[in-house]
């Protein structure tokens, strides 16, 4: 199993809801990472956790949580979002040093 | 300056020509170095990684590497218009910290 698989594909959330991204992967990587990607622009990075611990927050706003409940699996909490955070969310993994595999990542919108 | 530049786009080749796209980095201590294809609205597509300094080739792809000088690029031969996609450098350093280039809009013309 070589995939990443992220849940919901689409989210139209309004700015006083609260939902949750999902990610998961199989394939025994021990790094997992949170993208945003706004249009026209690179994958900016958010959070990485690296064997189940986070290991890097680029200084993100604290409306958006990141939780890894065990290796395989990665969520992104929202809450309280504003418009501008509308944008493709990317789940990734990888081991050390080697390849990260992206999932097909979820769109969201902040109305 | 940024962590990972690239050369600025749009390129534009005709089909069966070599496309040429270049990739430089300021950290000295990146270990891994990756080309991604994006097509509009769908998520990175890894294509290459490479590691050590040379060139390594997968198909109609070849990478190459020059710590020395920071550099990394990406040959396309034989540019076909399905080619046409946005193109990533990411280099990844100690502590999982992956960082994109701006990108690369490439269009191959028929």
């Known amino acids: 199993d070589t995939e990443v698989t992220q849940t919901p594909k689409h989210l139209v959330m309004g700015m006083t809801n609260k939902k949750s991204l999902k990610c998961e992967q199989h394939?025994?990587?021990?790094?997992m990472y949170w993208y945003k990607q706004k249009a026209k622009k690179p994958p900016e990075l958010m959070f990485v956790?690296?064997?189940?611990?986070?290991?890097i927050n680029e200084s993100v706003p604290s409306r958006f949580s990141p939780e890894c409940p065990n290796s395989s699996l990665l969520n992104l909490h929202l809450h309280a979002l504003q418009p501008e955070d509308s944008a493709l969310y990317l789940c990734?993994?990888?081991?050390?040093?080697?390849?990260?595999?992206f999932g097909p990542g979820t769109r969201l919108t902040v109305t | 300056q940024k962590e990972v530049e690239q050369n600025s786009g749009p390129l534009s080749v005709p089909e069966g020509a070599i496309a040429s796209l270049n990739c430089t980095y300021s950290?000295?201590?990146?270990?891994?170095f990756f080309w991604y294809r994006q097509y509009s609205g769908k998520s990175p597509e890894l294509i290459m990684s490479?590691?050590?300094?040379g060139d390594k080739e997968d198909g109609r792809f070849t990478a190459q590497l020059n710590k020395a000088s920071q550099y990394v690029s990406l040959l396309i031969r034989d540019s076909q218009p399905s080619d046409s996609a946005t193109y990533l450098c990411?280099?990844?350093?100690?502590?999982?910290?992956?960082?994109f280039g701006p990108g690369t809009r490439l269009s191959v013309l028929p």
């Open positions: 394939m025994g990587h021990r790094a």
């Open positions: 990411a280099v990844k350093n100690y502590g999982q910290n992956f960082v």
């Open positions: 990734a993994s990888s081991h050390d040093r080697g390849e990260v595999h």
């Open positions: 950290d000295r201590v990146s270990q891994s």
């Open positions: 490479i590691y050590s300094n």
């Open positions: 956790y690296s064997y189940e611990k986070l290991s």
